[in-house]
T-cell receptor
Framework: DAGVIQSPRHEVTEMGQEVTLRCKPI?????LFWYRQTMMRGLELLIY????????DSGMPEDRFSAKMPNASFSTLKIQPSEPRDSAVYFC?????????????????FGAGSRLTVL | GDSVTQMEGPVTLSEEAFLTINCTYT??????LFWYVQYPGEGLQLLLK?????DKGSNKGFEATYRKETTSFHLEKGSVQVSDSAVYFC???????????FGTGTRLQVFP
């Protein structure tokens, strides 16, 4: 398996522009997570999906951020309009829990990240 | 709420030195505990995990023991290598949630 695939790897844009980050999870995984990493705030969970349904979006900073998962093999994170404070590395991760949690630990596999710079 | 606290970095060591990175957690239930590692320019990778008290996770010479009485999960390695230079993240996941909560990360720098 190629792992979790994210694109673009790097994005430089101007304030006010729309940004779309893309993620292809590992085939067969039923959970998908979006994280943001900055020096000041570390790793923050933005939103996660189970079986393509958003479960918890409490980490989404504000209405400028939106995420979708139209099918099991694709998710997007959109920022519109972008601001300089959105500059960060955005990670997508996926995992397989097979429904009931039981005693299993949820092990996430991360993509390489998308580095966003908003000027 | 649940949280993870890690020691501040960077940790700077010479090759073959002993490594300890401290991690403590706050949780309302019975979490699973993890260490992830991030090499430059890459995403996080699972290093090891433990799912219940007194479990010891180990991988690539790294070890961590789940200590419920001290709510700790310290990472150790007996002899570090230059290739271990990376950022290490402690994380927890409660039994009743699918979310992973990360600490702030500790940068390790190993010099020859």
């Amino acid at each position: 398996d190629a792992g979790v695939i994210q694109s673009p790897r790097h994005e430089v844009t101007e304030m006010g522009q729309e940004v779309t980050l893309r993620c292809k999870p590992i085939s067969g995984h039923d959970y998908l997570f979006w994280y943001r990493q900055t020096m000041m705030r570390g790793l923050e969970l933005l939103i996660y999906f189970n079986n393509n349904v958003p479960i918890d979006d409490s980490g989404m900073p504000e209405d400028r951020f939106s995420a979708k998962m139209p099918n099991a093999s694709f998710s997007t994170l959109k920022i519109q309009p972008s601001e300089p404070r959105d500059s960060a590395v955005y990670f997508c991760a996926s995992s397989f829990r097979q429904g009931a949690r039981a005693s299993g630990a949820n092990v996430l596999t991360f993509g390489a990240g998308s580095r966003l710079t908003v000027l | 709420g649940d949280s993870v606290t890690q020691m501040e970095g960077p940790v700077t060591l010479s090759e073959e030195a002993f490594l300890t990175i401290n991690c403590t957690y706050t949780a309302t239930g019975y979490p699973s505990l993890f260490w992830y590692v991030q090499y430059p320019g890459e995403g996080l990778q699972l290093l090891l995990k433990a799912t219940k008290a007194d479990d010891k996770g180990s991988n690539k010479g790294f070890e961590a023991t789940y200590r419920k009485e001290t709510t700790s999960f310290h990472l150790e390695k007996g002899s570090v290598q230059v290739s271990d230079s990376a950022v290490y993240f402690c994380a927890l996941s409660e039994w009743n949630t699918d979310k992973l909560i990360f600490g702030t990360g500790t940068r390790l720098q190993v010099f020859p």
